[in-house]
């Protein structure tokens, strides 16, 4: 390995983030699909419909266009990780990925990154942070996401 | 020492005047940018366990902390954070909030980019410091980078200050505005294609999204949380504080 003395600077910088909240998607999904594997039990949902509300973002789930890829670890955590795309009021075409955790406490918590069209009206997607919390159906079927910008 | 520099690095030298195999012998601090950091350094930053194997580290560290603590320190960076929570006008949508974790000083060495379909960039990482409530460490030297393709996307490694080793992959999204203006709203940039000469200077605001992989024990937490960064790029030398939220 090699020797690395840390230069000494400037520790001091804090920088801040804030939350915005920006939209909520309204999704529902199959019933989950399980199998086991080596890094626990891998749990396929397949996106069937949907659709995403707020101030600057309207949008329909292009149906079975993804879904949610999640393994619940053997800690009953589950790793989340979702993929799908929608398809905005006017026409655009939009990628949307979580990654995060879903925790038998309650905390549903993921990242979304998000791709669109750089000339279209949803530019300011792209680039963007977002921070989603989501409340989910007793059956799991229908969730509802929430997306705030990490500002 | 031996050092492995990739030929092509030196050339790409524009961001820093600083000369990598002085900066990766430690000798960054004697540096003009560096030096004068130093001398506005907070006494706090002296409190961070810091791994016996950053020794030399510490003694700098030590030195820092007798410069600064005769100029007097106020706020401790260690103290217990408070969660701020956010919400929307509509009370039923969940609120979401954020808790200072930790902050880590990463020091960067070589820039290569990769004429790769989609341009690779390589960015390898030195070493730094990690340092919070939550976490406290180093970044292992010269074990990773940043290899991004459009967007950050690093991958490395921390050791904390018990000795645990702690994988970070960290994706980052940076985002343009025009030069802000005190009182009035930040104005995006278009985000397509990269800037070209002449443009107007963009301000930059960083953010990373870091997913961790740490062993069994007191930094489990790691695996379960969602965490999100600001991210502030320094030069000279060619560095970025990442402060890390945890997603409550």
Same mark, same amino acid.
């Given at each position: ?151 | ?12 030298? #524009?961001?820093?005047?600083?000369? =990598? ?6 000798? !960054?601090?004697? &540096? $003009?940018? @560096? %030096? +004068? /950091?130093? #001398?506005?350094?907070?006494?706090? =930053? ?6 016996? !194997?950053?020794? &030399? $580290?510490? @003694? %700098? +560290? /030590?030195? #820092? ?184």
């Amino acid at each position: 390995m090699r020797d690395f003395v840390v230069p000494k600077t400037d520790t001091k910088i804090q920088g801040e983030v804030k939350l915005e909240y920006a939209f909520q998607l309204r999704a529902k999904f199959d019933p989950a699909r399980r199998s086991r594997t080596p890094k626990g039990d891998f749990r396929y949902q397949d996106i069937t419909s949907g659709d995403v509300h707020g101030e600057r973002f309207n949008a329909a789930v292009y149906a079975d266009s993804g879904g949610q890829y999640d393994t619940v670890r053997p800690d009953h955590i589950r790793d989340v990780d979702a993929h799908f795309i929608l398809k905005a009021e006017n026409g655009e075409w939009i990628y949307v990925e979580h990654v995060g955790y879903r925790r038998p406490d309650g905390y549903y918590r993921a990242i979304a990154y998000i791709d669109a069209d750089t000339k279209g009206k949803y530019d300011w997607l792209n680039n963007t942070t977002f921070v989603v919390t989501a409340k989910e159906s007793a059956d799991e079927r229908e969730v509802v996401f929430y997306y705030y910008v990490a500002n | 020492m031996k050092r492995k520099t990739h030929p092509e690095a030196a050339t790409d030298y #524009a961001l820093t005047s600083l000369d =990598r195999r002085t900066f990766l012998s430690g000798g !960054a601090a004697m &540096t $003009a940018g @560096a %030096a +004068a /950091a130093l #001398a506005t350094f907070p006494a706090q =930053r002296a409190i961070a366990a810091v791994p016996a !194997a950053t020794a &030399t $580290a510490t @003694a %700098a +560290a /030590a030195t #820092a902390k007798s410069d600064s603590t005769s100029k007097g320190s106020s706020t401790p960076s260690h103290q217990a954070p408070e969660a701020t929570y956010y919400g929307a006008p509509d009370s039923d949508i969940p609120k979401v909030g954020l808790r200072w974790a930790f902050s880590a000083t990463v020091f960067f060495a070589d820039r290569v980019m990769i004429g790769s379909p989609a341009p690779r960039g390589y960015t390898s990482v030195g070493g730094g410091e990690v340092w919070g409530p939550r976490l406290q460490g180093r970044v292992l030297p010269a074990s990773g980078a940043d290899y991004y393709k459009n967007t950050f996307n690093t991958y490395y490694m921390y050791e904390a200050s018990d000795g645990a080793l702690i994988f970070i992959h960290n994706r980052g999204t940076m985002r343009r505005f025009q030069m802000p203006e005190p009182g009035k709203p930040l104005v995006p940039v278009a985000s397509g294609g990269p800037p070209a000469p002449g443009d107007p200077p963009v301000w930059t605001r960083f953010r990373a999204t870091p997913v961790f992989t740490a062993p069994d024990g007191p930094h489990a937490w790691m695996n379960n949380t969602v965490f999100v960064a600001n991210c502030q790029r320094q030069d000279n030398p060619d560095h970025t504080v990442f402060t890390y939220y945890e997603v409550l």
